[in-house]
């Protein structure tokens, strides 16, 4: 296959490699959505929602009073949940910039906080050694060519070149950046945007960096957004995901947030899938994080402390060809083709079969927090039976706890349905 391409190709290929190993060694990151909106509390898009006119709400701005450094709060939560990286709205649909631009006053070192907010953002995500991304939206409801853009020409030309400009500072501002995550690219196309002119732009000024697709150029990986569903084999994807609902700040009540075990689940599918997790808070106008997610998060990084090196962490193949019985038990693949991990979601009462298991088991460990316990088996062609589980799951932070299985070759599964003593086959599962 890699014959057949092209000398460029495969030379891109090799150079998306090389930036992506960071990101596909890191998993899990940390989404802020945070800007004049969370003054508000009603979600990111309440401006363009509730028709707030333009100088009301423009006047948010003198009521953001962030703490100073309030980032770093974020920055100490992602790493004790176990994140490797953060993406920082820099700005959002509202226009409004959290850092010292020279394409606008309406930035929050000129109007409003008097800092740069993503200077600050970048030294707090160094400081925790976590990678920084910037997220920044194309589309615009500040500018005043952010909609005329797609009826004037000259109007397109003004906006594009404030876009690229802002772009441009944003990659040359703060060092090295390693995650740009455009959004929202209405109402132009990848040809009036001149997005191809844009990264390239990027690339150069920042030839490490791992771009997202919503410049309407694919670049290096997928956003799947509010669901976790796997890009086609081969391709990078990172799922976005709101903790309550809204990425703005919203103060909902305590059921509106997922859970610590929620989020776990989340994790074991991207890992399933071979995607990323970038999960969001939505920090209050004065910059610190909700309780709730405070809460959530410590809980997910003790589980991560004991599982997210084994189990999480790191490029391994996809789930191909394991099947999940009735969402007791769910299947991931070690870095090792030959060991699987079965996360058991809903903890066994002391033993637990597993149907249609293909591949010579050699070991079961039980992973725990006090560490990995081997633990007994019997195997026949048609079940693995792991027996002399603890009555009670070992996993106190969320109730996952996960066995590891070793086998002597790449271990598969078929799910099918017992008729007497003969089974129909469901077919390949296919994640
Ligand atoms: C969307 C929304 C936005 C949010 C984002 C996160 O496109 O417009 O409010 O920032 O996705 O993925």
Same mark, same amino acid.
């Not at 010292?100 to 925790?128: M, S």
């Not at 799947?224 to 799922?239: F, H, L, N, T």
């Not at 059921?255 to 929620?262: E, F, N, Q």
């Not at 189990?311 to 299947?331: A, E, K, Q």
């Given at each position: 296959?890699?014959?057949?391409?092209?000398?460029?190709?495969?030379?891109?290929?090799?150079?998306?490699?090389?930036?992506?190993?960071?990101?596909?060694?890191?998993?899990?990151?940390?989404?802020?959505?945070?800007?004049?909106?969370?003054?508000?509390?009603?979600?990111?898009?309440?401006?363009?929602?509730?028709?707030?006119?333009?100088?009301?709400?423009?006047?948010?701005?003198?009521?953001?009073?962030?703490?100073?450094?309030?980032?770093?709060?974020?920055?100490?939560?992602?790493?004790?949940?176990?994140?490797?990286?953060?993406?920082? %709205?820099?700005?959002?649909?509202?226009?409004?910039?959290?850092?010292?631009?020279?394409?606008?006053?309406?930035?929050?070192?000129?109007?409003?906080?008097?800092?740069?907010?993503?200077?600050?953002?970048?030294?707090?995500?160094?400081?925790?050694?976590?990678?920084?991304?910037?997220?920044?939206?194309?589309?615009?409801?500040?500018?005043?060519?952010?909609?005329?853009?797609?009826?004037?020409?000259?109007?397109?030309?003004?906006?594009?070149?404030?876009?690229?400009?802002?772009?441009?500072?944003?990659?040359?501002?703060?060092?090295?950046?390693?995650?740009?995550?455009?959004?929202?690219?209405?109402?132009?196309?990848?040809?009036?945007?001149?997005?191809?002119?844009?990264?390239?732009?990027?690339?150069?000024?920042?030839?490490?960096?791992?771009?997202?697709?919503?410049?309407?150029?694919?670049?290096?990986?997928?956003?799947?957004?509010?669901?976790?569903?796997?890009?086609?084999?081969?391709?990078?994807?990172?799922?976005?995901?709101?903790?309550?609902?809204?990425?703005?700040?919203?103060?909902? %009540?305590?059921?509106?947030?997922?859970?610590?075990?929620?989020?776990?689940?989340?994790?074991?599918?991207?890992?399933?899938?071979?995607?990323?997790?970038?999960?969001?808070?939505?920090?209050?106008?004065?910059?610190?994080?909700?309780?709730?997610?405070?809460?959530?998060?410590?809980?997910?990084?003790?589980?991560?402390?004991?599982?997210?090196?084994?189990?999480?962490?790191?490029?391994?193949?996809?789930?191909?060809?394991?099947?999940?019985?009735?969402?007791?038990?769910?299947? %991931?693949?070690?870095?090792?083709?030959?060991?699987?991990?079965?996360?058991?979601?809903?903890?066994?009462?002391?033993?637990?079969?597993?149907?249609?298991?293909?591949?010579?088991?050699?070991?079961?460990?039980?992973?725990?927090?006090?560490?990995?316990?081997?633990?007994?088996?019997?195997?026949?062609?048609?079940?693995?039976?792991?027996?002399?589980?603890?009555?009670?799951?070992?996993?106190?932070?969320?109730?996952?706890?996960?066995?590891?299985?070793?086998?002597?070759?790449?271990?598969?599964?078929?799910?099918?349905?017992?008729?007497?003593?003969?089974?129909?086959?469901?077919?390949?599962?296919?994640?």
């Amino acid at each position: 296959m890699a014959g057949k391409l092209s000398k460029k190709a495969r030379a891109e290929l090799a150079d998306r490699k090389r930036r992506m190993a960071w990101w596909h060694e890191a998993r899990f990151g940390m989404f802020v959505h945070w800007g004049l909106y969370s003054v508000v509390g009603r979600h990111e898009w309440v401006q363009n929602n509730e028709q707030i006119p333009r100088d009301q709400y423009e006047a948010l701005a003198r009521k953001f009073k962030p703490k100073r450094n309030c980032a770093r709060q974020w920055a100490k939560l992602a790493k004790k949940a176990g994140m490797k990286y953060m993406v920082l %709205t820099t700005k959002h649909h509202e226009g409004y910039c959290l850092w010292d631009t020279a394409t606008t006053d309406y930035n929050a070192a000129k109007t409003g906080p008097g800092r740069d907010l993503v200077a600050e953002y970048v030294a707090a995500c160094r400081g925790e050694g976590l990678k920084v991304g910037f997220y920044f939206s194309m589309m615009d409801w500040h500018h005043r060519d952010g909609f005329k853009c797609c009826k004037s020409e000259p109007a397109r030309k003004r906006f594009v070149k404030y876009i690229h400009a802002q772009v441009r500072e944003l990659m040359t501002k703060f060092g090295a950046i390693d995650v740009l995550w455009y959004d929202v690219s209405y109402p132009l196309n990848a040809k009036t945007w001149e997005s191809a002119k844009l990264n390239r732009m990027v690339r150069k000024l920042q030839p490490d960096i791992v771009v997202n697709d919503r410049s309407q150029m694919p670049e290096d990986f997928g956003t799947p957004e509010e669901s976790i569903v796997a890009a086609g084999a081969g391709r990078a994807w990172e799922a976005c995901m709101t903790f309550n609902g809204s990425w703005g700040w919203v103060d909902t %009540t305590d059921d509106a947030w997922h859970g610590a075990r929620d989020v776990v689940l989340m994790l074991r599918q991207c890992v399933a899938g071979g995607g990323n997790l970038l999960l969001n808070i939505g920090p209050k106008p004065d910059g610190s994080v909700p309780v709730q997610a405070v809460e959530r998060l410590t809980k997910v990084g003790k589980w991560m402390d004991v599982y997210g090196k084994k189990c999480v962490y790191g490029p391994r193949p996809r789930s191909d060809g394991l099947c999940d019985v009735g969402n007791m038990i769910v299947w %991931t693949r070690g870095r090792n083709p030959k060991r699987v991990f079965a996360w058991c979601n809903t903890w066994p009462n002391g033993e637990v079969g597993m149907g249609w298991f293909k591949g010579k088991v050699k070991r079961v460990k039980l992973l725990t927090p006090q560490g990995a316990k081997p633990v007994k088996f019997t195997q026949t062609p048609r079940r693995l039976v792991i027996t002399g589980l603890p009555k009670a799951c070992p996993d106190k932070a969320v109730g996952i706890a996960i066995l590891q299985i070793d086998c002597a070759s790449r271990p598969t599964r078929k799910m099918g349905i017992h008729t007497e003593n003969a089974v129909v086959w469901w077919g390949d599962y296919d994640y």
